[in-house]
């Protein structure tokens, strides 16, 4: 009996060690990236990955420019969706678990739903603030290609605000049920600032904290292509 007790500490000990050694085995996703993600129908997405393991690529609705299947686990590859596009990263290892990671890359349509740009006064890179009457924060809009344009913004459905609107250098007043075409042509990615009033008793405290307004894009490419 002593001796059995005597060995269930170094059996224990032997199941760590094997279990560190199997998840040291699971396959990993060190780097997986498609930039743009949000185009034109068309324009050129790169992706970009590095694993550790075995690596193969699912590209839903599939691509003639990156098939399906096996892949080297560091590569980049560049494909020119006209659809919304789902590119699945798949690794495996000898012993390990799988995983598997997903970049999906958002094809503007004149019939798309509108770009929904959230500013929220809890992000501490949003630049928000409070004070003489109103609020204020900004939305950065990344990974958006340079063809994707704005054609009209909105305030998001159901947001009775008045809001200001500043991005690329241009102002306007977005008043609820109106559309403002005044950054029409405007590169949708870089900052906007959204500023909107207290009212009705409202506080800093107990306003809202997210400021929202919905974007109309359009495609138009540059002068040079």
Same mark, same amino acid.
């Given at each position: 009996?002593?001796?059995?007790?005597n060995l #269930?500490?170094?059996? #224990?000990?032997?199941?760590?060690?094997?279990?560190?050694?199997?998840? #040291?085995?699971?396959?990993?996703?060190?780097?997986?990236?498609?930039?743009?993600?949000?185009?034109?129908?068309?324009? /050129?997405?790169?992706?970009?990955?590095?694993?550790?393991?075995? !690596?193969?690529?699912?590209?839903?609705?599939?691509? #003639?420019?990156?098939?399906? =299947?096996?892949?080297?686990?560091?590569?980049?590859?560049?494909?020119?969706?006209?659809?919304?596009?789902?590119?699945?990263?798949?690794?495996?290892?000898?012993? =390990?678990?799988?995983?598997?990671?997903?970049?999906?890359?958002?094809?503007?349509?004149?019939?798309?739903?509108?770009?929904?740009?959230?500013?929220?006064?809890?992000?501490?890179? !949003?630049?928000? $603030?409070?004070?003489? $009457?109103?609020?204020?924060?900004?939305? @950065?809009?990344? /990974?958006?290609?340079?063809?994707?344009k704005v054609?009209?913004?909105?305030?998001?459905? $159901?947001?009775?605000?008045?809001?200001?609107?500043?991005?690329?250098?241009?102002?306007?007043?977005?008043?609820?049920?109106?559309?403002?075409?005044?950054?029409?042509?405007?590169?949708?990615?870089?900052?906007?600032?959204?500023?909107?009033?207290?009212?009705?008793?409202?506080?800093?405290?107990?306003?809202? @904290?997210?400021?929202?307004?919905?974007?109309?894009?359009?495609?138009?490419r540059q002068?040079?292509?």
């Amino acid at each position: 009996m002593t001796r059995m007790a005597n060995l #269930a500490p170094a059996r #224990a000990l032997w199941c760590v060690a094997i279990a560190l050694v199997l998840t #040291a085995c699971n396959a990993q996703v060190k780097e997986f990236s498609a930039v743009p993600r949000h185009i034109c129908a068309g324009e /050129r997405v790169e992706l970009q990955w590095s694993v550790v393991g075995s !690596a193969s690529v699912t590209v839903t609705p599939p691509n #003639a420019e990156l098939p399906d =299947g096996p892949v080297e686990s560091a590569r980049h590859a560049t494909i020119a969706p006209t659809t919304k596009t789902l590119v699945a990263l798949h690794v495996t290892r000898l012993l =390990g678990q799988p995983t598997t990671s997903n970049q999906e890359i958002e094809v503007a349509t004149p019939s798309g739903k509108p770009e929904v740009l959230v500013a929220s006064m809890a992000d501490v890179n !949003a630049g928000a $603030g409070c004070g003489g $009457g109103k609020v204020w924060a900004t939305v @950065h809009a990344e /990974r958006f290609a340079a063809d994707v344009k704005v054609a009209t913004v909105a305030a998001h459905l $159901g947001d009775g605000r008045i809001y200001e609107v500043e991005h690329s250098g241009l102002h306007a007043t977005v008043a609820p049920g109106a559309m403002a075409i005044a950054f029409a042509g405007t590169a949708i990615a870089g900052d906007w600032v959204l500023t909107v009033p207290l009212s009705g008793g409202q506080t800093c405290a107990t306003i809202p @904290h997210n400021l929202v307004v919905d974007v109309v894009t359009q495609c138009m490419r540059q002068r040079n292509q």
